[in-house]
């Protein structure tokens, strides 16, 4: 499987990518070249130059300080917000998938009720219902996420359950936390891992497109989807300032759709290597 992926050269080079980018995140402070924070008005819309490499914005602050700061709300959110979907959907999806009756019936039907509301509408309806908060964006996007992972869970969960490892360890008298955790989870991790990475990038946007509406992450906090509200007013005086991060988060999303790409071709267990 392992070889299968580092032969993949797209995969390589989008895996280390997305490091650098997390990398550069976690070490903003050591890298950017001056305090994102910092308002200097009479400086404002400068030009590039060695010491704003990407010029500044309407307040005087450095663009590319920003932007490497970025990095850390925008991509962090969405892996936190991805690791929030995928252990909900996870946990409901292999107790629909192996139990039978009325767990599997009262999981199904609530998953039924929250896909049957338009995604961008339950996102509205919590954040207005519990306030613009950062947290609330993360818990609304779980909520409008989970029930579609907990479907395609509880769909592969059903192709192990009758299998004979899992029979097998029914009559060696295994509990069901052993057999959900220990055969059952294994099982599905391929699928789980792709479509994570998949739609790591549809976090990203959903993220970037509430902070852009002003209500997601808050000024003056440097996000990309921020930036690009800010930029908005200044498009055609001072494009670089929303150029820098559309282009970001557009690269970014598509470096997560190749690696999930790449993966899918990795585990996928009809591939046979030569």
Not at 8 to 15: E, F, I, P, T
Not at 37 to 43: E, G, K, M, P, Q
Request: aromatic residues 10%; glycine residues 8%.
């Amino acid at each position: 499987m392992w070889r299968r992926f580092l032969k993949n050269k797209m995969a390589v080079v989008m895996m280390g990518f997305l490091a650098v980018i997390a990398l550069a995140g976690v070490f903003a402070p050591l890298l950017a070249p001056n305090d994102p924070y910092a308002n200097d008005i009479l400086n404002k819309f400068t030009g590039m130059s060695f010491q704003y490499p990407l010029g500044t914005d309407q307040l005087g602050r450095c663009i590319l300080s920003r932007m490497i700061y970025g990095i850390r709300p925008t991509l962090f959110l969405s892996l936190l917000t991805m690791t929030g979907t995928i252990g909900l959907g996870c946990i409901l999806g292999l107790l629909a998938g192996y139990f039978r009756g009325p767990v599997e019936e009262i999981i199904m039907r609530a998953v039924d009720v929250m896909m049957s509301f338009p995604s961008q509408i339950m996102v509205f309806a919590v954040v207005a219902l519990l306030g613009v908060d950062v947290r609330n964006v993360i818990l609304a996007n779980v909520l409008i996420k989970w029930a579609w992972y907990a479907r395609m869970i509880r769909t592969n969960v059903m192709k192990y359950r009758d299998k004979n490892f899992v029979l097998f360890s029914r009559c060696v008298g295994s509990g069901e936390p052993f057999i959900l955790f220990r055969h059952l989870l294994p099982s599905i991790a391929s699928e789980m891992a792709v479509l994570a990475t998949l739609d790591i990038g549809w976090a990203i946007l959903n993220i970037s497109t509430l902070s852009f509406l002003g209500l997601g992450v808050q000024a003056p906090s440097p996000e990309w989807g921020a930036m690009l509200n800010e930029a908005k007013n200044v498009m055609t005086t001072n494009p670089v300032q929303m150029i820098a991060p559309g282009l970001a988060i557009v690269i970014v999303v598509a470096a997560f759709n190749l690696l999930g790409d790449a993966l899918r071709d990795a585990l996928d267990p009809k591939e046979v290597e030569v």
